[in-house]
């Protein structure tokens, strides 16, 4: 077994939905900001994909920002379903690695 700390990133194929929902996510922050605030952070920037289709994410973020799209049967997955994960980033329990926080 391994260990993974979900600060670490993983990529993801996010879908239109995922977009829409990161965007409006940003948006009602915006909102909730002073408008200095509101500026100082801009507009929505979508993440940046590499020539796979992956976009880099912390694994909490996707959590947060998703958990509650992710359940049986939602037609609209924010998503697809298989993730990357960098072996840089798995902990062998046997070796002496210590653990990064």
Known sequence: MKDFN???YVGV???DEGLRILESQHNELL???TPEAAESVGPFVAPQVDE?????IQL???MHSFGRY????NPNIP???DIKISDEYLIDHTSNKSKSM
Request: no cysteine; hydrophobic share 35%; proline share 0%.
């Open 52 to 56: 796979e289709g992956y976009s880099q």
């Open 6 to 8: 979900i600060n670490q």
């Open 31 to 33: 909102k909730r900001m």
């Open 70 to 73: 992710m359940y049986n049967g």
């Open 60 to 62: 909490w973020e996707l």
């Open 13 to 15: 194929k996010l879908t």
């Open 79 to 81: 998503f697809e379903m």
